[in-house]
Each structure stands twice: as structure tokens, then as C-alpha cells.
């Protein structure tokens, strides 16, 4: 018997999740056993509001383009689903919608709260007997899932950032007394994305220090380091995670104090990168620029890896293929075969063992003085970085998929 | 008889300012007349420092990567030349070098001051009957010199720009109830670099709000203005140069207060785009997002446009035929033909018609309410951004150019 599948996004969004979902809805199209392939606007919360699409409507041509369309093309959310323990209401307006439009299988492409309203969803389920699918795709630049090698997302964040990196430190070394560049990179507590700007140090432009969350900063240390550098150089380039935590465990970027006496004193917007920068040229005297690499980290299309595009294309086509063989509450994960040839392999991993968990930046990937990153890095990481789309250009500029996103009737 | 000649680069880098380099380094030497090609490290300064390399000495190859190598490759200066008639001895050192090596044309790739500093030297040579034929070229991703319809180094800019603002845009507009994005986009006291975020409207993605340093900012209208957009829509993205005035001409930067209390509080690096987040914050509760496009606006070369490339690179050709035809004195300059089929001729200008002056946007260019841009601004900068340079890869990551940089000795 024939049934119909929906798909969402969820979460902060990458290069390369929209990758993901063209996967889902080609392998769907590809089974004789689905009927409409719905498209969940907003992820859970288009569900619940009926701002549901019909994907089968959107042209081949429209389509192909999700794989260099940035940004989450189906809308995201970041919505917490309540235990169903506590209360059923969402759960059962969910039963009620799937079963009203024939669901079978709920493909989510998240991190890892989403994640944790897949396992919630597939748990309920299972509970009440209601034959519905649960797979998880993984997404989040942030690499910091975990039972996965990597996460989709991750190797275009970071082509984007080694490539910048690279191209600034080109930049600041033209001058014979530069500055002190200070690069802010985004990441929350996991160093992954900032451990990505050592890239760049295979075209011998790569950061001069690099500080991630999992080493406590350490402030004077760091002075002296910068100081000793610009005497030699000329010039320091310095890449950094917003996450950066002192001994105690206080963020750095909590040592701004505040002025709230006037409409702008009170600023909570500059980040760690700057506020340093700024402690830099009072306590050293030496000039400086703080740049923070913000959104661009997970919307450079442009520059996003193949290696990643295909990978987080995979992901979607498994995710479709192992609901189809009858599994639930889990999520695809890549595991990594050979480094030599790259070679990875599509796998299952329960729900529980991800949602919720963090995944730091192991310390064998960190130099002994906490300031640089190790060879063992670079190993795991530049295979998640080769090859480059072909981009369509359209204006001079990136053409983006625009779906027509023709909604359903409430029925 | 034989002669030698000598290129220097001057001002803020941008992604074509080496194209431009080897225009004329090819021109030369394809030229019998030429004996030794020069660079000067640091401008003027390195000639002064007789810090001057043998580019005959760099292989072929290497060269080439020029085209996509961001940066000063020669390294850069901000060398103010003093007014001969005052004081001599620079214009004097200068003339001893130039002689023992027996050069005859200085080639100078750079903005408003170095073309000042290309006149001055020029005004002195030919005062005292020196042979030696001084040709500027022009670069500056500002657009901001006069006589010439739009500097090398724009067309990248404002590719970068457009391209960066169309996937933020993109990537914003993916939930229900998004943030206010302001972006920060460079370009001084003038607004063609902000201007070029317009672009991205061709794909349904440009800013909703757009200001330039051109008409006086005025808060009450802007914060209005964004809460109407944000009502609408959800989501509102704004462009602004960093350069933007209030209708006294007080630059909107300046309305911060300095706490300079302790260590941390006083934050000098927060541009003007951060300021007025956090004012729409305050005032309309709004949630926001503050965006510095930085650096990587004149070094992101992995998004030149091809255009701007081999307009660069033959602006240098022509400066090295123009020198050899006897000019001096002179800019190399673009002339505008047609539009459609889009061409343009490479002509000499005065350059005391150039240096100094500043060029700043048309009223034309800007819509009435002084927030938008209009189509005679798309149909003037759309050909500039066109067409992709094929950038060679290694490792992932762009390719750049590295000299050996050979030091002639001091003879």
C-alpha cells in the first residue's frame, strides 16, 4: 500500500541542508511505494499550522539548485518539544495530521535539538502503536554531534572559514607594521569551526594563534604571545572561538562590563574578538582590527565543499532508504572507512546515544601550549574540504533554487 | 638604448590589484627596450630603502596565479610624499636610485594618495629634465577617484558584496519571526560599495533598507522604516556604509559615549552598524543582528569578477604603453563606450585632474526617500561584476602566488 512522507528543517541553517532534503525527495521520487512527498514549512511547527507543501509540484530543473542554495530553502525553527508524559497535545494533533495525509515515514534534517524531537517523536510512537518512520539527518556547522564523524555542514563552514582566513592573512602582511587581527569565529562551546582557520597553514597563511573553548584562556599568556610575535612579524593574525572560557569556567566575552546610562553606551553586540582587540591595543599599544566572520560561516554557499554537498546529499538518500527497510528512532551518521583514499560509509545510530550530547574538540588536536592546532587535526579535516561545486551564475551573482511551496488544503 | 623600469603598489589592497601588476610586468617584457624589470617592496618606500626586487627572476607560473592572488603581492605603503619645492632630499634620493639603475618609467598601482604622490614626482622630473616617464595606475574597491568611470578593484567589491548579502539574506529570511540585520559595509565618505549591495535584489534577495553616507541618516525616519518592514515581513535586512551622517554631518559612529572606566568598557572598535542594532534593540525591542562585512570586502579574490580582473590587468598593459609612447604624468583611466554590448577603451588622464579629488555616489543613483537605490545605479555597476575567474584549488583551499621576491643588490 502506498503511503506519503514529510520532511523539515530545523535549527541553525548550513551551506549544504538543502542538499540534504533533495536527497529525501529524490529517493522518494525514485519508490513506487510513495504517493506525495510533503514539505513541513517551519519544521514541527509548520506541521502543527498546516503550512504544509507539496515538493512533487516544484520543477527537476528548481530542484537541482538546493544542492548551492544556502540557507534552509523549507523555512527552520527552533522549537522544544515537550515530554509527551507530561502532555500529549501536540503529540496527538501529530498523530491526528499524519494520519489524516497518509505519513509513513517524518524525515527531520537538524542538529542537536532537533535531534532530540525526533527521538521524543519516534519514542510516542512506538508507545501508541502508530506505524510512522522517525529519521534524523544530521546538519550543523558546529561539528558538534555525537556518534558521527563529522557533520554535514562542517567542511563548507570550514572552506569558508580557511579560505577567509587565508585571504586575510594575504591581506594584513602587505604592510611593514600591521596589526594586531583578531577573527572571531562562531562555534558555541566547541572549538571545531576555529580549528578549521588552521587550513589555511598549507598555504602558509594560517593564524598565528588559535584559542578554543576547550583550553581555558588564559589572559597574560596571551599578551605575551601576541607581543612577541608583532615584534618578530610585523603583524599577528589570531583566530578565535566566541566560546572561550577562562580557568573558572566565566566566558571572556562576560568580562565586558556595562554602561547602561545612555541609548549607546550599552553595547551587547561587539564579541569576545573585539573586546580582546580592544585589551590588546590598551594594555600593548599596538594597532588592531577585530573581525567576526558571523552568518556568512553557514551561508557561503559559493564557497562550500563538494565533498560536503555530496555527503549531506547521501545522508538524505540513506535517511529515505533506511526508513523504507522499516527503521525508526534513528539517525544516518557517517562513519569514516579510510583516510587514504576518503572513503565514508552511511550507518544508523539511535536517537538517544545523539540528542542532547555535545562533542567537544579531543585535546589531541590541540598543541601542547593550548594556542595552535596539531597535525592530527588537519588529517581529519582537510578531506571534508576537497573539491568545489560547479556554481550556477546568473547577474554575476549565485542562482538560488525559489520553490513554488504550494501549500496543501486542510482536509 | 636599453632601459629599465620599476612597479610599485601603494593604498589598501584590493582582489585585483596584482592583475593590474602583471599587465605591466608582461607589457615590459614583451618590450626589446626593457631591460630589467623592478619591484619596489612597500612602495616608495622600499625604493627609498633600495628594498627592490628582480622580477625577471620569477617563473612564469608563479605570475599568473597573480590574476587570483589577493593582497599586494609587491607589499603596500601609506607614504605621504612631502612637496619638493620645501624640502628636496627624498625627490633627490629617488633621482640617484632611479640613475644607477637606469629606469625610465615608474608605475605606481594605487588610489587617491598615490596618485598624488605619482603627480608630485612627476611635476619634479620633468621641473628638472629627468628622463624618466611616470604612469599611475588606478585600484580601490571605493570607486571613489574622479575622471574614470569606475576603479579595478570595485567590480570584486561589490561582487563579494552582492553575493554576500544575497545568502544573508537568504539565510534570515528562514524563520517565521527572523531579526533586524544591519551590515556595515566600508567605503569612507563614499557610498558605492554600500550602493552594490542593491545587486542582490536581482535575485529576490537584496536588502530591505539601504544607506549611504550621500544623504543625511535620520534616526527617527530609519527606526519607523524598520519597525514597518519588520511588522510585515518578520525579518528586515539593512545595508549602510560605515561613513553614514547625520544633516549636521556628524558621522552616526560619534553618537557612541565612551565608558573609558576600566579595561573592558571602552569599546572604540564597534562600527556604526553594531550602534544602531542596538539602538533598534532599545527603542523597538526588536531582535537583532549585527553584521561587519570587514576586510573580506578587498581581499575575498575566490569571488573576483573576471571583468574586473582584465580590466585590472589591462590597465597595466596599457600604462606600460603609454609610458613607452613617451606619456607621463598621466593616470590610466576607463572610459565607458556602450553599455549593451558592455565596453570599455583605456585612456590617460591628467593626474593632477585625479589626485586628491573624491568621487562620491550621484543623487541619481538614490532613490527619493533616500534608503533604496535605483536601476540607473544596476544598469551602471551589473557589468561590472560579470563572469568567474577559473580559480586554481590546492587542497581545498585557492591557490595564491608566492614570489621569491630576489633583492637586487645595492650597487
Redesign the interface.
Known sequence: MKYSVIIG?SGG?TSVINASLLGIIEAACNSPMVENIYGAL?GI?GILNYQIIDLRKEDKETLQLLKT?????L????YKLNNYQSDETIYLKLINIFTKLNIKAFFYIGGNDSMDTCHKLSEYFKDCHFDCKVIGVPKTIDNDLVGIDHTPGYGSAI?YI???I???Y???????KGKVTIVEIMGRDAGWLTAGSK??S????GPDLIYLPEIPFDLSHFLIKIKEIYQQKGHVLVALSEGIKDHTGKYILN?????S??????????GVG??L???V???LHLP?????L???Q??????A?LTDIEEAYMCGKKAFAYASDGNTGKMVTIKRLSNNPYQVSYELIDLAQVANFVRTVPLSYISEDGCDITNEFIEYA?PL????PL?P????????A?LKKVLIKDR
Chains 1, 2 share one sequence.
Not at 523555512?75 to 527552533?78: E, N
Not at 598549507?202 to 597563511?205: D, E, F, I, Q, V
Not at 568580562?255 to 554602561?259: D, M, W
Request: with cysteine.
Open positions: 528543517q541553517p517551519n511547527e542554495t544556502p540557507s534552509s530553502i523555512g527552520s525553527v527552533r572552506k580557511a579560505t577567509t587565508a585571504e586575510i594575504q591581506d594584513i602582511s602587505c604592510y611593514i587550513l589555511a598549507l598555504s602558509n597563511n568580562y565586558r562590563s556595562f554602561n546610562e545612555d541609548d549607546f553606551g550599552h553595547l551587547q553586540l561587539g573585539e573586546l582587540a580592544e585589551l591595543n590598551r594594555k588592531i582590527r577585530s573581525i567576526e558571523n552568518i556568512p553557514r551561508c557561503s554557499s559559493h564557497l565543499s582537510l574540504i576537497q573539491n568545489e556554481i551564475y546568473n547577474n554575476g551573482m549565485p542562482k538560488f525559489h
